[in-house]
């Protein structure tokens, strides 16, 4: 039957305890807990919710298990992580605590009531214990409580996995460019707004961003992502401002390849919008619908005079737009090819811009390297059939290129083939005939010493014969002795035909 051991509030490793079971130790980070008195499968109910950011669950069980177990010192700790929101995460070889909670309003460490009653119910052996581990809480929490302080809003926070980077994490950190560079809006993206703070800053800042921000964008691109309880906290947390305020929004983006919108959180599935990352339109249409929540002016109806000066200033926007790709800053750039084609849908050199941002091409004439046609290019398309003749014609001729490339590339190919097996066939002609050179050698040599022994015992017995003192009988016997030697001999040479010249 299986032991339930009580499980470690810092790593969850099991804990085993002393022979007089009060105290136990981690088998895992080598942390001393003391015993509880209460029940075990509760508080490591309360741990498993706790690292898994439920923490109003764990909350719950937490302030059940003191009513009934008041003179419980573990109880009371597991109350007072569950009210600070404490988790411990790993930072290189050690564990460090962390608030995932606004604790703006509880009071410092010391004067907490659950810890200072988890400290009067302890022993006086086990007090040690809290007083070590609540010296790295209180700098946690101290350094929490400052950063809930800050007077900082967001307009956007652009929400992925705690464990997302602008490496694995494209899609995410696309968006943070295209806000903050090309829309100059305040957003929040881990990755890149908190790069530069330990474990215990970023804890602390994400609560205080989710807690500041007008809109919320949670990505989900795998099923994972759907049940991950980072993900899941996070949204949660922010619904809270977003029952606060009416001004808060919360737009989910996913991926329609990978998952459906039903897979997505339980909060989320009611959303009025959302956005789907595999949609062509799903930049433009997101910056959109973002642009004009957080600058409701962009929409307002634009008068002639300001519209026509726009249109004068096409031409020094398309030379801006080059400019970004030539410098090789292709968001930007394909932005102002949004705005060129917001004054004049049907500019070619607008579309064609942004087959190269997409691309990540810094002009035209590095069309003909792409790796394939852009025949069904749907920039390319549009291109053609908003270009001038002349327009088209180059356009033409540099997907034309691309054609001519593959096509010398796949002939250039093709006679290396061709080369490579003419020169392996005569390898293999020439191997063939050395092994049969070989092979000849091998049975000239096999012949002779076949042959040599019989030789010189027919030399032998001719000698014997040539003998003027020999008798009839003897003679005989020699005589069909050298017969059969004659015979042999010959016999030996028909068995080599392939060794005479």
């Known amino acids: 039957m299986y ?19 009060s105290v136990g130790k981690c088998a895992g980070c080598g942390n001393s807990t003391i015993y509880p008195k209460s029940d075990i499968k509760k508080l490591n109910r309360i741990t498993y919710l706790r690292n898994t950011f439920r923490f109003d669950e764990a909350k719950a069980i937490a302030e059940k298990l003191v009513e009934d177990n008041p003179d419980d010192s573990e109880a009371y700790w597991a109350l007072m992580l569950c009210q600070y929101g404490i988790q411990y995460v790993r ?16 009071p410092a460490l010391a004067d907490s009531e659950s810890y200072k009653r988890a400290l009067y119910y302890a022993t006086e052996d086990t007090q040690s214990g809290y007083t070590e581990l609540a010296g790295n809480l209180e700098d946690t929490i101290s350094i929490t409580r400052n950063i809930m302080k ?19 994490d494209l899609d995410g950190d696309r968006i943070f460019l295209r806000f903050t560079e090309n829309l100059n809006f305040s957003v929040f993206y881990a990755p890149e707004t908190l790069k530069e703070m330990d474990v215990v800053e970023k804890a602390a800042q994400t609560v205080y961003a989710l807690n500041h921000s007008r809109i919320l964008l949670p990505m989900f691109s795998t099923f994972e992502d759907c049940h991950n309880g980072y993900l899941e906290y996070a949204v949660e947390l922010f619904a809270k401002t977003l029952a606060a305020s009416n001004d808060n929004l919360v737009f989910p983006i996913f991926d329609s390849k990978k998952i459906s919108f039903q897979q997505l959180p339980e909060a989320l599935v009611w959303n009025d919008s959302a956005f789907d990352l595999s949609e062509d339109e799903f930049m433009r249409e997101l910056s959109d619908k973002i642009e004009s929540i957080l600058k409701p002016e962009v929409n307002a109806i634009v008068p002639d005079a300001l519209v026509t000066a726009t249109a004068a200033n096409k031409e020094n926007l398309v030379k801006r737009a080059y400019m970004f790709l030539e410098d090789g800053e292709f968001e930007t750039a394909d932005s102002y090819f949004d705005k060129i084609l917001d004054i004049d849908i049907e500019d070619s050199r607008a579309y ?12 035209e004439d590095e069309i003909p390297n ?8 749907k920039n390319f398309k549009k291109a053609l059939r908003f ?24 002939r250039e190919v093709a006679e290396q083939r061709a080369k490579l097996q003419a020169e392996r066939e005569e390898k293999e002609a020439i191997e063939r005939e050395r092994r049969l ?27 014997e014969l040539s003998k003027t003192f020999i008798s009839p009988k003897r003679k005989a016997e020699l005589k069909e002795e050298e017969e059969t030697l004659k015979k042999n001999l010959k016999d030996l040479e028909m068995q080599f035909p392939d060794i005479w010249d």
């Open 3 to 21: 032991e339930i051991k009580l499980v470690c509030g810092i790593c969850g490793g099991d804990i085993t305890p002393d022979e007089n079971g």
């Open 91 to 106: 930072d290189g070889s050690s564990r460090l605590p962390v608030c995932r909670r606004d604790i703006s309003s509880l």
């Open 150 to 168: 800050q007077d900082n809003n967001y307009d956007v926070f652009v929400l992925g996995r705690e464990d997302a980077t602008v490496d694995n």
């Open 352 to 363: 064609i811009g942004k087959l190269l941002a997409e691309c990540k091409l810094h002009s």
């Open 370 to 377: 792409l790796p394939q046609t852009v025949t069904d290019d």
């Open 387 to 410: 270009a001038t003749p002349e327009q088209k014609a180059r356009y033409e001729a540099l997907n034309g290129a691309i054609v001519k490339r593959i096509e010398d590339e796949r």
């Open 437 to 463: 050179r070989q092979e000849k050698e091998e049975r000239k040599l096999l012949y002779q010493r076949r042959r040599d022994p019989l030789r010189k015992t027919l030399l032998e017995v001719q000698a």
